[in-house]
């Protein structure tokens, strides 16, 4: 007689929260796709679950980050000069990073997300992108 085959493994049983499905779903598309498939899978998600802000919805944020500042204080607040940080946002010199609420010179604006925006986590967790929310 012939040997029988090896018996297949038994099914994968589903996730048991939406953690560990995603978790499972990154994995998974980490071992066919790497790194750049988890990165496209985490953006999907994050647009799905954070639409495009307007321009008038990133300039009332950039608004009420100005107001957060008032609210804790600042130096320039402290020297009567808190209008610069509204005119530097005004003029596009700043711009609104929408994943830590941050003002940003323009021009540092990459090492911010690539560096220290505390809204970009690398983890499969938790992924925010951090855009330029400009006030065009």
Not at 117 to 126: D, H, I, L, M, R
Request: glycine residues 6%; negative net charge.
């Amino acid at each position: 007689p012939r040997p029988m085959p090896p018996l297949p493994p038994p099914p994968t049983p589903p996730p048991t929260s939406p953690t560990a499905a995603l978790e499972e779903l990154l994995q998974k598309v980490s071992i066919s796709h790497g790194e750049a498939g988890v990165a496209h899978v985490l953006n999907v998600i994050h647009s799905a679950i954070h639409p495009p802000l307007t321009p008038a919805d990133e300039y009332k944020l950039a608004l009420q980050a100005l107001k957060d500042v008032d609210d804790l204080g600042s130096i320039l607040k402290d020297q009567g000069r808190e209008q610069i940080i509204e005119d530097a946002y005004t003029d596009g010199s700043t711009v609104y990073c929408s994943a830590c609420g941050g003002m940003i010179k323009r021009d540092r604006f990459a090492m911010h997300k690539d560096f220290w925006c505390p809204g970009v986590t690398k983890s499969s967790g938790e992924f925010m992108e951090c855009e330029d929310s400009t006030n065009e």
